[in-house]
Nanobody
């Protein structure tokens, strides 16, 4: 069993910054990648950013490239998402994910473990 504990999120103004963090505990050898998905109002859930643990290989959705940065703290078994230059369209519930399934990084089925989600609201 793997548990994901999210923190961070909240509200920011356009152009502002927020930071999300997620700590993974439990059977962590079953996890080779961690990151974030989001669900915006009226939209389907989508991949935001993923990091492959131990390799520092990262993937980003086009809509966050250059603004968001994902990083891993190996000692703390956590992953963080630094979100800069926020836009109103970044408003969403952000979900921490972890897994080691097959498929491309942006496939939901690749991730067996999901956090409960944390709200990010960006005002104009």
């Amino acid at each position: 069993q793997v548990d994901l504990t999210e923190s961070g999120g909240g509200s920011a103004q356009t152009g502002g910054s927020l930071r999300l963090s997620c700590v993974v505990s439990g059977w962590t050898t079953s996890v080779d990648s961690m990151g974030w998905f989001r669900r915006s109002p009226g939209k389907e859930r989508e991949a935001v950013a993923i990091i492959y643990r131990g390799y520092d290989i990262t993937y980003y959705a086009d809509f966050v490239k250059g603004r968001f940065t994902i990083s891993e703290d190996k000692a703390k078994k956590s992953v963080s998402l630094q979100m800069n230059s926020l836009k109103p369209e970044d408003t969403a519930v952000y979900y921490c994910v972890a897994g080691r399934g097959g498929g491309t990084w942006d496939r939901e089925s690749r991730y067996d473990y999901w956090g409960q989600g944390t709200q990010v609201t960006v005002g104009s």
